[in-house]
């Protein structure tokens, strides 16, 4: 197993459990804070003006509101984060992952992969550059390969017609060899 899948693999599945406390503890706060304001409109209060316990309260409540909504924020923008890096280096195809990885993603998440990757792939096409091919970029656009494993004869590359026998040595564009580097 690859290093890049080995820390990918680290990567928790979502808390389910906790995520919803924590919305559970903002509908109670919600009602909290609805309550507080009833009582104060009940007793004649200005609830914008008055500074008593149950406006402190209620403020207490609603700043506790916020702050587990931005929690909630930021760990759903870092799941997606990581998603959206599972798109760029593993492949775009939810079938690349591997299993401990896709174990690990919601049902929304693997959508989000899959609409995400969707998206890359439509704009690649429009463009008519292969965008996730090699994300560091090479010193040199030609590799020099060594056939392991006879191909199909006539295979076309971006200038010329290329023979690939066993054992052959060629000198390729990239870009052209990755497809059958990959095989």
């Known amino acids: 197993m690859s290093p890049l899948v080995q820390s990918l693999t680290l990567c928790v599945s979502i808390k389910s459990e906790q995520a919803l406390e924590t919305i559970e503890e903002c509908d109670q ?5 609805q309550s507080l304001i009833r009582k104060m409109e009940q007793e004649g209060l200005d609830v914008h003006n008055n500074r008593n316990a149950d406006h402190y309260g209620t403020l207490a ?5 916020i702050r587990n909504k931005r929690c ?3 760990y759903v923008h870092n799941r997606a984060d990581i998603v959206r890096d599972l798109a760029w280096r593993v492949g775009l195809e939810l079938l690349d992952l591997p299993p401990e990885i896709q174990d690990k993603l919601t049902t929304l998440e693997k959508g989000y992969f ?3 990757s969707v998206a890359i792939k439509s704009y690649m096409g429009k463009v008519g550059i292969e965008l996730n091919v090699d994300m560091v970029p090479p010193k040199d656009p030609y590799i020099k ?6 191909i199909d004869q006539g295979i076309v590359m971006s200038d010329k017609t290329t023979s690939f026998t066993r054992h052959s040595m060629h000198f390729l564009k ?5 497809p059958y580097i990959a095989r």
Request: avoid cysteine.
């Open 29 to 33: 706060n919600h009602h909290l804070i």
């Open 61 to 65: 409540h609603h700043l506790s509101l």
């Open 72 to 74: 909630l924020m930021a």
């Open 114 to 116: 899959k609409n995400h």
């Open 145 to 150: 390969i060594r056939v392991v494993e006879e």
């Open 174 to 178: 990239r870009t052209d060899a990755q």
